[in-house]
């Protein structure tokens, strides 16, 4: 089967550069390859009653599928070159803001009309935190929330699906470079393409490794965050959330000098596990609907740790930190942050009799067997800094759910357009190493098309007859 444009994953980043490249070249025959089930077949089976922890279905219901890892996350599309990938170091930090802002645009259009643009601008809350040491990144956050996110996706793909070709279920395994373009190779099938575009996000992050290097396109990996994920009564982060939604407060410890950061902040939402290739790690959410709030916030606390050589595989120290959680909790681990500080493990009746009901059914034990002291003593650094901007973060029954990780993945080794030194193969979103966000990966996937078909560009690629 031949195409124009073969695009390799169905979330965030596919989806937009197949947005876009038919919306400037309506001809032009794309094939999406995506290893997971369409939207409405995304299922995870783990109800909390029959199946409590994740039984490794052979393609995740919550990482792959259309829509990608975004699919049923908490939809929070932050407009920002701060936090949430590099992009800006390719496209210039003017444009990537711009291409953000395009993407805003077609959520609003697809679904997201009535939901709210939050800004850190003009806050008093940037002064607060500079007073206690913390630092708040500027940025604007569209909160479209799990279920918004949904609908726009439902949109988006009702609008792609007689335009472009969508392959569910089908995992690529090989990409091949042929005289005039590329061929993939799923198990059963093999399809051609004249340009190539590999969006297959973190899930992706391992095949990208072999596929880079079968294709002789360099690589980088040296950083890993590592932290868990704390959850507290709505009320302690309020004044935050309420003006902000997401605050994104950067601080650095007195003891190592390192960045802790808060990441991915779920006002009144919930605390979920993930299975990446196997390892399971926490992450959060929330709803836009009020009648699905909880009565708690969630946030990660992140320790960046960078390597320098001859360490190059900063995932692998990440996945062993999940796995020994994972080997001592079988999961997910929560602990209570005053148990923490008293050095001793939570059990089952001190969450129980913990002020703070959990949203996540996870292991009670002791997270300081786990998380390297480095980023443990960070962590705890941090919260007692954050206490002072949010009082009632240390309290004793603030629970930390550990680990979290946050995988980087390769640095592809692209140019300003995303491509790599295999004329016409572009690598965008997450699995490029150039993002780390819905609104990057986004982004990158409306860059790329518009090199390929924009009026603008010298590339504008002939579509086939
Ligand atoms: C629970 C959760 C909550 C999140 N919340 C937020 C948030 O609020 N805001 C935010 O900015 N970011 C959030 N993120 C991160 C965000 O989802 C990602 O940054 C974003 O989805 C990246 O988009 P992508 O297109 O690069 O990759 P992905 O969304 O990961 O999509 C890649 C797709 O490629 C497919 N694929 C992989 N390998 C292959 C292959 N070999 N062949 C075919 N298909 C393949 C996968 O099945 C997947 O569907 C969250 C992530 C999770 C897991």
Not at 139 to 166: C, M, P
Not at 370 to 397: C, F, H, W
Request: aromatic fraction near 8%; glycine fraction near 10%.
């Amino acid at each position: 089967m031949n195409y124009d444009v073969l695009i390799i994953g169905a979330g965030p980043g596919g989806i937009f550069s197949a947005y876009e490249a038919v919306k400037l070249n309506p001809g032009v025959k794309i094939g999406v390859f995506e290893a997971g089930n369409p939207l409405e077949k995304r299922k995870c089976p783990i109800d909390g009653k029959n199946i409590k922890s994740c039984v490794n279905c052979p393609t995740c219901g919550i990482m792959n599928g259309f829509g990608g890892a975004g699919a049923f996350s908490d939809g929070k599309y932050n407009i920002t070159n701060q936090f949430g990938g590099t992009l800006y170091e390719y496209v210039g930090k003017q444009e990537a803001i711009e291409l953000m802002q395009y993407v805003d645009t077609i959520n609003v259009k697809y679904g997201g009309q009535d939901t709210k643009l939050y800004s850190t601008e003009n806050t008093h809350l940037k002064k607060l935190c500079l007073q206690n040491d913390l630092h708040l990144l500027d940025a604007s956050v569209r909160h479209l929330g799990t279920d918004i996110n949904y609908i726009v996706l439902q949109n988006l793909y009702n609008e792609l699906k007689d335009k472009v070709d969508f392959h569910f279920l089908t995992r690529i395994e090989r990409v091949e470079k042929t005289e005039d373009g590329f061929r993939i190779h799923s198990q059963k099938e093999s399809f051609n393409g004249r340009t190539c575009i590999i969006s297959t996000g973190r899930s992706g992050s391992k095949w990208m490794g072999d596929i880079c290097r079968s294709l002789h396109i360099q690589t980088r990996s040296n950083r890993v965050d590592i932290g868990v994920r704390v959850e507290l009564p709505a009320e302690v982060f309020s004044h935050l959330t309420d003006e902000l939604y997401e605050s994104k407060i950067v601080y650095r410890t007195e003891k190592f000098q390192d960045l802790v950061r808060t990441f991915c902040m779920n006002p009144r939402g919930v605390v979920v596990s993930e299975n990446t290739n196997g390892i399971v790690t926490v992450n959060g959410h929330s709803y836009e609907d009020p009648s699905r709030y909880s009565e708690n916030t969630n946030f990660a606390l992140l320790v960046s740790n960078h390597f320098s050589e001859p360490f190059n595989d900063s995932n692998a120290y990440g996945e062993s930190i999940a796995r020994l959680s994972n080997m001592l909790g079988g999961g997910v681990i929560v602990q209570r942050f005053g148990d923490l500080i008293r050095g001793q493990r939570s059990t089952q009746s001190r969450i129980e009799d913990s002020f703070v009901e959990p949203t996540l059914s996870a292991t009670p034990g002791d997270l300081s067997l786990v998380i390297p002291k480095r980023q443990l003593d960070g962590i705890i650094e941090m919260i007692y800094a954050l206490d002072k901007v949010a009082p009632g973060t240390a309290n004793d029954s603030t629970l930390l759910y550990g680990v979290e990780v946050k995988f980087y993945n390769l640095d592809v080794e692209v140019d300003e357009h995303l491509e790599t030194s295999q004329k016409g193969l572009f690598v965008i979103g997450d699995c490029s190493g150039v993002t780390h966000s819905l609104s990057h990966a986004s982004a990158s996937g409306v860059h790329v098309a518009r090199y390929l078909f924009g009026k603008e560009t010298k590339q504008t690629m002939k579509i086939t007859q």
